[in-house]
Each structure stands twice: as C-alpha cells, then as structure tokens.
C-alpha cells in the first residue's frame, strides 16, 4: 500500500528530472528501503548549493570594499585648508566641517585673531564645537565695516540717481532746444519777448547793460535759457 502511494511521486521527481531511479529494497521484519539516484536537475540544484556555501564563507573571513574616500567641495576644502593653516590637525578640521556650520567656521577663522588665548588652535576648536560668542572687538569691527558699506551703498545710489537725473535733463534741454529751433521767426520773437517780460527786474536791468556791451555774461545766458525751456514746456503742455 505504501509502496503503490510513494511510487506515484517517485515518477513525478523522475519525470522533471530530479532523480534519475530509484530502487525498492526489503530490509526485513517487512520494512523497505527505497534508494534514489540524483537525476540531473538534482545535481544542479546541488552544485549552486555548494558555491552559495562558498560565497557566503568568503564574504565573512575575505575584507569586504574599502570605504568610499569622503569627498568634499572645493569651498569645504578651502576652510580645511584655513583651519591646517591655524594649526588645526586636518582630521579635526575634516571633523568639524563635516559637524558644523561653514559660515559659522569662516567667521571663526576671523576671529580667532581677536583672541589673547595661547593656543588659538584648541580655542578656535572648542569655540567652534561649542558655539562661544565672539569676541566683542571683533564684533565692533564688523559693525563699522558694515555701517561703511551700507553708507558707501547709500552714497553710490545718490551718484546714481544724480547721475540720472542729469541725463533726463540733458535729453529734454537737447529735445526743447530741437523744439525752439523748429519755429519760425515770430514765434521765436513771441518767446523772447515773454522771456524779458518774466525777468526778475534785477535781470532785466542787466541785460539791457549787456545789450549795450554787446556781449552777454555766461550767468544771465544760463537764466534766459531757463526761462526759455520753462516757456516751450508751458507751450507743450497747452499744445499751443
């Protein structure tokens, strides 16, 4: 009865390979052996086995890769490079770019000059590590360079603006003296004669000295251009 159950499975592991017989064999007292012989899926099967088992042996006694190098920046290696020159060891200096505030390192890189410690390097070390406050001259310094840059920039916007403003001047003396320069005769004399009647009386005075020199002085010929531009635009604006 056994024999008739295990033999249908048997067949099966014969069929896909996995043995290629086995064999019935009575081993008394009415007990059978059966024997089997590995078929070719079987040794296979046996054969990864036995590699797996050796890879496995070889990664726990064999090193394994080495370590990635750490890589750092080119602005990591600049304060690297700082703190060695400050004698800071470079594995400490690795450490403490890698565990702090870079901005915080470069500030500390300045203000160890501030300092009266004996050794500026463990100073600057522990300042870092620790977040000291910095020392107060140095932060005065950084204040008054502050205040003058801010001024300087206060400064440079006040040129600029000036700058401007002469150029908008320039362009609308150039575009009215077009404009006057476009009328005909008349009209030229129409605006002459309003500049005379809007003359301070002081001015209308002394032009009338200069007519008979001949020759007019460079300040009463900047304040009858004035007014000549001041009546051109009023005419602009009327459409006249």
């Given amino acids: 009865m056994a024999k008739q ?6 067949h099966e592991l014969q069929d896909t390979g996995f043995i290629s017989k086995f064999d019935w064999s009575e081993n008394g007292n009415k007990d059978w052996l059966i024997y089997y012989w590995p078929g070719e899926r079987a040794k296979e099967e046996m054969k990864r086995a036995k590699i797996k ?6 990664e726990e006694y064999l090193p394994g890769p080495k370590e990635e190098v750490k890589k750092y920046s080119k602005e990591q290696v600049d304060l690297i490079n700082k703190l060695v020159k400050l004698n800071v060891s470079k594995v400490t200096a690795e450490t403490l770019i890698r565990c702090n505030d870079h901005v915080l390192i470069e500030k500390w890189i300045e203000a160890i000059n501030y300092s009266n410690a004996d050794d500026k390097a463990a100073y600057l070390v522990k300042a870092i590590r620790e977040n000291w406050q910095f020392p107060e001259e140095y932060l ?3 204040r008054e360079a502050e205040q003058k840059e801010e001024e300087e920039k206060i400064e440079y916007i006040k040129v600029k603006r000036q700058e401007e403003k002469n150029k908008k001047r320039q362009e609308e003396i150039k575009r009215i003296e077009q404009i006057y320069n476009s009328l005909d005769s008349l009209q ?6 309003e500049i005379e009647n809007r003359l301070p009386e002081f001015w ?3 032009l009338n ?5 001949g020759k007019t002085s460079k300040m009463l010929g900047v304040i009858l251009e004035e007014k ?3 009546i ?6 009327n459409k006249k």
């Fill in 228 to 230: 000549r531009r001041e």
């Fill in 140 to 142: 005065r310094e950084k």
């Fill in 209 to 213: 000295k200069e007519r008979v020199k």
């Fill in 204 to 206: 209308k005075v002394q």
């Fill in 53 to 58: 088992s050796i890879d496995d042996r070889a």
């Fill in 188 to 193: 030229q004399e129409e605006i002459r004669t």
């Fill in 5 to 10: 159950q295990l033999d249908s499975g048997n």
């Fill in 232 to 237: 051109i635009k009023e005419w602009i604006k």
